[in-house]
């Protein structure tokens, strides 16, 4: 499927608020409902959610088009954001037509996290859905998770590569209680090729990232 944005208010005379996605044979997947204002820019997370920019804005979305309110970008630029990219580690490059994020200078290039938004160089990433894993980078073999406070029952744990293929994926039954520090093991193949991966580990309260470089 294919999302597409811009300035449009409708797609084959069906409403749409400037976002839309569009089934493999061209029709309106309407499934999917977002509202969003003129976008100029997008970018897609390997977990599925878009990302947008325009003019004095920048959202993210979910796979379903549910706008994510945990995604703070305070007052965002003062101006437009033209292009948005992904790096490896889930960080997200913003560049455009503008002088400040969020109160603090930042000209035309900026750089922001995938999870907890902090601008420019400052990138100390406190998350509390941030993942901590080690050995990191690993050669293969187990890599720790330390577990969220707080989970219960099933958790989902996958591997996702850079361009959104699972490479691995696994489940545990987690009975943590808040407070305690626990840790899982979760077993990488050596033989993948080396790089970043992203980490999501999916629990009934909600999902949680981080990265692992593989070094060979």
């Known amino acids: 499927k294919v999302i597409i944005g811009g300035e449009f208010d409708e797609y084959n005379g069906v409403p749409c608020n400037y976002i839309a996605r569009i089934n493999t044979d061209g029709t309106l ?14 970018a897609l997370q390997p977990d599925g959610m878009i990302i947008t920019g325009g003019f004095g804005f920048m959202e993210r979305f979910t796979s379903s088009g549910v706008l994510d309110t945990g995604f703070d970008t305070g007052t965002s630029v003062d101006n437009t954001i033209f292009t948005l990219a992904l790096q490896t580690d889930g960080k997200i490059m913003v560049a455009g037509d503008f002088e400040n994020y969020n109160g603090t200078p930042r000209s035309k290039t900026l750089r922001v996290n995938g999870d907890g938004m902090t601008v420019g160089m400052q990138e100390l990433n406190t998350d509390a859905n941030t993942l901590m894993l080690y050995p990191n980078p690993t050669t293969g073999g187990n890599v720790w998770i330390e577990m969220p406070e707080g989970l219960e029952g099933a958790v989902h744990i996958e591997l996702i590569q850079a361009d959104g293929r699972i490479a691995h994926s696994a489940r545990s039954q987690a009975h943590i209680i808040a407070g305690s520090n626990a840790h899982h093991a979760f077993d990488i193949d050596a033989a993948l090729p080396q790089g970043t991966y992203f980490v999501r580990l999916t629990s009934a309260q909600r999902v949680h990232t981080g990265t692992v470089v593989i070094a060979h």
């Not at 997947?29 to 997008?42: I, K, N, Q």
């Open 29 to 42: 997947d309407e499934s999917f409902v977002a509202s969003s204002e003129t976008v100029f820019a997008l």
